[in-house]
């Protein structure tokens, strides 16, 4: 019984942690750049499908099945969702800043109808099964594998974290916060903000496609609903009860945010009468919506983390003199 | 002037502080004190806080302290929309017309302050005034001149026939020539009674024109008297020459 | 492929153009896209159903159709009562959360994150309520009329068609001939000048907000008339009004009307050639080409 609970406790650990990763991508666009993305979903969903593909053995009903490493396909995940990022970006961010906005949220609509109809390679609405997961040969023993599965997104999300932390006292990460709060100085200084936003906006989105791939090989399939705007939701519910601006608030919020959506999915299938739980679970998003808008009201530094963040309302003053 | 201290006078701040952050005031304290019928021009050097200072009496810019009183009523707390109507007109230093809108729209829109019946009157009073608006009233105002942006801006302002009008540096980005049309405009504005208060650059053409002119340096008055006598006074080019200041001004200025 | 892709995407393109017209003018003038606005469609729809339910349990007699239409005379008279309700409905969300933000002085993309977690809550609260199963307003079927050409077309959709082009040049006329008009599009321009000029800009932004959450409510209506009532609706089609309004360019009231039925004609006939499945695709592709080529639109005016 115990043996279990840890085994489920890890399970449990393991998906919070593909969100932390998650999280940090979002965290590196808009904590620390300002780039509000509404396509997370995309963008993750981008990579769990390239590294799917590139590793699948061959299936003779869809095109691929390359059976490549793991890491190849992580590897893969990273690239393309890096590069998509980088077009939406490169197209948008020297626009208004909400035309970047909604056209992350064209993306995400146009990847969830491409996963739904591009079916020689996506699979359509069954997705892609029988995706190799880290430790398969630890399968036959659920405790191992799911602890060998926890240790290793427990090193990407160290990793990750450290990389991030590097890169944000790094010269460039400097350049970056120079930018956030004062572009037309940072511009006179001989920096161009718009290269320095669209690396910003390319690495987090090259992050969120690993979370997807890191995400898909644990869970062992993918399916287009596993890739719907909620998921957008979540995460960016995680980076605000953390602190966006600050890395590791964004990790503890996914853990916190999934924590709690867990608990009360739970509760939901548990105490609510099944006629009436769809009901309950739209409930349970119409109180992340609101929160989120309470602690853009009330907290816009989030709820645990300190790190400073484009939030705080601060009127600019118009050209003096 | 001393015949003029028992009139109420028709502008008056007292201790005015302002600012965009209430930790950073620009404005620091202005006791200022306008008879009606002046033509009181406010100088400084650049990030004195001149632009503010008209700025925060439009009510465009926060107060943080002190009072504004307009011909004896307080109109501190009043929104900027509703100054016009309490007879203080405003027109700011750039984008002072609205260029999307043709003339005649821009003056409609200024006009729709006023009661339904007079307003067609009004319009047609400010075209007799300003012939220029009147060649061709439908074109949009964003392709008129840099002078005849200055006269619509104006125009606009006078629509209620305000006792106080305040500019902004109306002569800014203009040639000399149209400068020295604006400035006569003013004067002819202010020879009909109008109360005017003028921040300018443009310091030598704006004390020939004056009444009466203060100096604004960091956010306060540091000199104030009659415009002739300043005109030779030596402060004005230790001010502007920015001697013991220098250091303070390019901070100021910097600001975005 | 038939002719009949003209009418469908004329009636598509209607709907998405009312709502666009919402969209241009809300940001025009508060200044940051509100993914909030599909969801005023959605609730527009709701509303007026759940009131032309309530008006058909009090007498029968305003349930039975107007020839040759689907619906009885409840639907206009709900209709009236939602506008008024979605008017009600934005002022709320304003006040309790757009116009705190405003007066901090928040960035854009504040806004912008707050319309996003609005719009997430009133459409699940929608779902809460309702359920997202379909609903319709009458059970009613229709005969499409032969129109010549090969167009065939419902009396609803022509109705449909008809109210749009109503509508469209009310507003305009509206925005250009009257002072409210004169004074939202001063606004939409130079907010503090529009202050020192007189404009009250608070009121001018109730009124904005309240004209484009009534225009959104028409628009939600016919979606629900001709296609089906859902939680989603709204949302579906927030993409294509965003894309109309940018196509447009933002503040024109014509462009977005034009624009909408740009990309309503271009979905048909992507559904015609392409297939329906990539229906929702076609809006995107529409918006990356006007990002690209022509990021103020076809009558906005110049960044």
């Known amino acids: ?321 | 002037m001393t015949g003029l201290v028992t009139t109420t006078p028709a502008l008056e701040t007292r201790a005015l502080v302002a600012g965009y952050e209430p930790d950073l005031p620009i404005v620091r304290g202005v006791d200022l004190s306008v008879a009606p019928g002046e033509l009181l021009v406010v100088l400084g050097p650049n990030g004195a806080g001149k632009s503010t200072f008209v700025k925060a009496i439009a009510g465009v810019a926060p107060i943080h302290g002190g009072s504004v009183t307009l011909a004896g009523r307080d109109i501190t707390d009043v929104p900027a929309h509703r100054k016009i109507t309490q007879g203080l007109a405003f027109v700011p230093q750039t984008e002072n017309i609205f260029a999307t809108l043709s003339i005649h729209e821009n003056l409609q829109l200024a006009a729709a302050v006023l009661p339904k019946p007079v307003r067609p009157d009004r319009i047609r009073a400010l075209y007799d005034r300003f012939p220029d608006l009147a060649i061709a009233p439908s074109r949009l105002a964003g392709a008129l001149s840099g002078g005849q942006r200055q006269m619509l801006a104006v125009a606009r302002a006078l629509i209620v026939d305000p006792p106080l009008i305040i500019l902004d540096e109306p002569s800014a980005g203009l040639s000399p020539k149209i400068v020295s049309e604006v400035f006569e405009m003013l004067q002819r504005i202010n020879a009909t009674g109008v109360t005017v208060i003028l921040v300018e650059q443009n310091v030598k053409a704006a004390l020939k024109i004056a009444s009466r002119a203060v100096i604004l340096v960091e956010g306060q008055i540091r000199h104030e008297g009659a415009a002739t006598a300043l005109l030779d006074d030596p402060i004005l080019a230790k001010l502007y020459l920015g001697t013991g200041h220098a250091r303070n001004h390019s901070r100021e200025a910097e600001l975005p | 492929m038939t002719p009949q892709f003209v009418m469908d995407g004329l009636i598509a393109g209607a709907m998405i153009g009312l709502g666009a017209i919402g969209v241009t003018l809300t940001y025009s003038i508060l200044r940051f896209a509100n993914f909030a606005h599909g969801e005023l469609l959605s609730w527009g729809a709701y509303l007026a159903m759940a009131i032309s339910g309530t008006i058909g349990m009090v007498s029968t007699t305003l349930l039975k159709p107007i020839a040759p239409f689907s619906f009885g005379w409840s639907l206009p008279i709900a209709t009236v009562l939602a506008i008024l309700l979605t008017g009600l409905l934005a002022l709320a969300v304003d006040a309790l959360l757009f116009g705190r933000l405003r007066r901090r002085g928040s960035a854009v993309i504040i806004l912008v994150m707050a319309s996003f977690g609005a719009s997430l809550a009133l459409r699940s609260l929608l779902e809460f309520i309702f359920t997202s199963k379909p609903a319709y307003f009458t059970k009613a079927l229709q005969i499409a009329i032969k129109l010549g050409g090969g167009l065939r077309a419902t009396p609803d959709q022509l109705l449909s068609l008809g109210m749009t082009l109503i509508a469209v040049i009310a507003v305009h006329l509206l925005m250009t001939r009257t002072s409210i008009g004169r004074s939202m599009r001063a606004v939409s321009e130079n907010p503090a000048l529009a202050g020192i000029a007189g404009v009250d800009v608070r009121k001018m932004i109730r009124v904005v907000w309240f004209l484009g959450a009534a225009l959104a409510c028409i628009a939600g209506i016919m979606t629900g008339l001709l296609v089906q009532i859902r939680p989603y609706l709204g949302h579906d089609l927030l993409l294509p009004l965003f894309a109309a309004a940018i196509l447009g360019g933002i503040g024109s009231v014509p462009g977005a009307m034009l624009a909408g039925l740009i990309v309503g004609l271009s979905e048909a006939l992507a559904v015609q050639l392409v297939g329906a499945e990539w229906r929702a695709a076609v809006s995107f592709v529409i918006l990356v080409i006007v990002l690209l080529v022509r990021p103020r639109g076809l009558f906005g005016r110049a960044a």
């Open chain 1, 1 to 321: 019984m115990s043996l279990d609970l840890l085994a489920y406790g890890a399970f449990f650990l393991t998906m919070a942690l593909t969100y932390a990763i998650m999280c940090l991508g979002l965290n590196i666009q808009w904590g620390q750049t300002g780039l509000f993305n509404v396509g997370i979903a995309a963008f993750v969903a981008i990579g769990a499908y390239v590294s799917a593909v590139l590793t699948t053995p061959e299936t003779p009903d869809r095109l691929g099945g390359f059976d490549l490493p793991i890491a190849v396909g992580w590897l893969g995940a990273v690239l393309v969702a890096g590069l998509a990022a980088w077009l939406v970006g490169a197209l948008t961010i020297r626009l208004r800043s909400d035309y970047l906005a909604i056209a992350t949220f064209g993306v995400a609509v146009s990847v969830q109808l491409c996963v739904l109809n591009i079916q020689p390679l996506t699979g359509g609405a069954f997705g892609i099964g029988f995706i190799p997961r880290p430790f398969g040969g630890l399968a036959a023993s659920p405790l191992a594998f799911s602890l060998a599965n926890l240790a290793l997104t427990a090193v990407v999300v160290l990793g990750l974290y450290l990389a991030l932390e590097h890169l944000a006292k790094s010269p460039w990460g400097r350049v970056l916060r120079a930018i956030r709060e004062d572009e037309i100085a940072a511009q006179a200084l001989g920096k161009r903000p718009i290269r320095f936003r669209l690396q910003a906006f390319a690495i987090g989105g090259a992050i969120m496609g690993l979370a997807g791939a890191v995400q898909g090989h644990f869970i062992g399939f993918i399916a287009p609903d596993n890739y719907l705007p909620i998921l957008t939701f979540q995460v960016w519910a995680m980076l605000i009860v953390g602190g966006s601006g600050n890395n590791r608030g964004a990790i503890l919020g996914a853990i916190l945010v999934w924590g709690l959506w867990a608990l009360t999915a739970a509760a939901v299938s548990a105490f609510v009468p099944p006629e009436q739980q769809a009901r309950a679970s739209s409930f349970q998003i119409v109180a992340i919506g609101v929160g989120l808008c309470l602690i853009l009201l009330l907290r816009p530094r989030g709820i645990i983390g300190e790190g400073r963040s484009p939030i705080a309302g601060r009127i600019k003053p118009k050209s003096e003199e």
